[in-house]
């Protein structure tokens, strides 16, 4: 009897969240790109960002296909990555999780944000940035595709693709980076445009190796986060015997490099 009743719950859930689902994507239609924004595993997004309020999903997502076109976003990946700053702000996206998500990896500790925008100013660096959550939306998708090219191919992994998962390597950030004033203001830039036109696609961020004072930068960081994003981040200082079991405990060792635990 507990069985079924907890079906029909499910049940009732689904048809729910379906019907949110399809009258949300009647009223924003208009403004969807293609074919793959008007999918129910991206449009669910927007609304769960939203905690259901639909009015505040559709301003959400209006505001947010507005910046694309004012930023031209859509074609910002096409001009390449500047290998400058490849070379000063390194991450990595070439492996997984054991869901199949795309998995982040990225130095943050060693980035030197302050110096680089001493130099040049924050432009190209928020560029730079904007591609990085760009190269994660087409990670999603192309794991999306993949997988349902699989299922049609009756493999088992039936898990949806519909999100990533960073490890973020805090080694070497200093105090130095938090009293520019600049340099600050661009992370949490970066932070921002996350949380307003990326909404829900992180699964988990693991934070290895903090030092005290990134305490100071992710309290301004929260700020700016969702309850719900700020409940999907695990912070770890230099002990790895804390952090690696969560680590491997997500990522087979096989596809994370050693630096953050790994064999790769």
Not at 38 to 52: Q, V
Not at 203 to 211: D, K, L, S, V
Not at 224 to 241: A, C, H, P, Q, W
Request: charged share 25%; proline share 4%.
């Amino acid at each position: 009897m507990l069985c079924y009743a907890f079906l029909i719950i499910c049940a009732m859930i689904y048809i729910i969240n379906a019907c949110f689902i399809l009258q949300f994507r009647n009223r924003v239609s208009d403004v969807l790109p293609d074919d793959f924004s008007k999918r129910d595993d991206s449009l669910i997004r927007w609304i769960r960002a939203r905690e259901m309020d639909l009015d505040k999903a559709e301003e959400m997502i209006r505001n947010s296909m507005q910046w694309r076109k004012d930023n031209h976003i859509d074609n910002i990946l096409k001009s390449g990555l500047d290998p400058e700053l490849c070379e000063k702000f390194p991450y990595y996206l070439d492996a997984h999780d054991k869901e199949g998500r795309p998995l982040l990896t990225m130095p943050f500790g060693s980035w030197d944000v302050r110096g680089y925008i001493e130099a040049n100013g924050p432009e190209k660096f928020v560029m730079y940035t904007n591609q990085l959550l760009e190269n994660l939306v087409a990670a999603i998708k192309r794991c999306t595709l993949a997988k349902e090219k699989n299922i049609l191919n009756n493999a088992d992994d039936h898990q949806p693709c519909v999100q990533f998962v960073i490890v973020s390597d805090m080694s070497g950030y200093s105090f130095r980076q938090l009293a520019n004033m600049k340099a600050v203001q661009s992370i949490l830039q970066m932070v921002s445009t996350f949380e307003a036109h990326y909404p829900e696609t992180m699964g988990q961020c693991i934070t290895i190796n903090a030092p005290a004072v990134f305490s100071v930068l992710f309290g301004m960081m929260k700020s700016l986060m969702s309850g719900r994003t700020v409940e999907k981040i695990k912070i770890f200082s230099s002990d790895k015997n804390q952090w690696l079991p969560v680590v491997l405990d997500l990522i087979d060792a096989s596809e994370i490099r050693e630096q953050y635990g790994g064999t790769k």
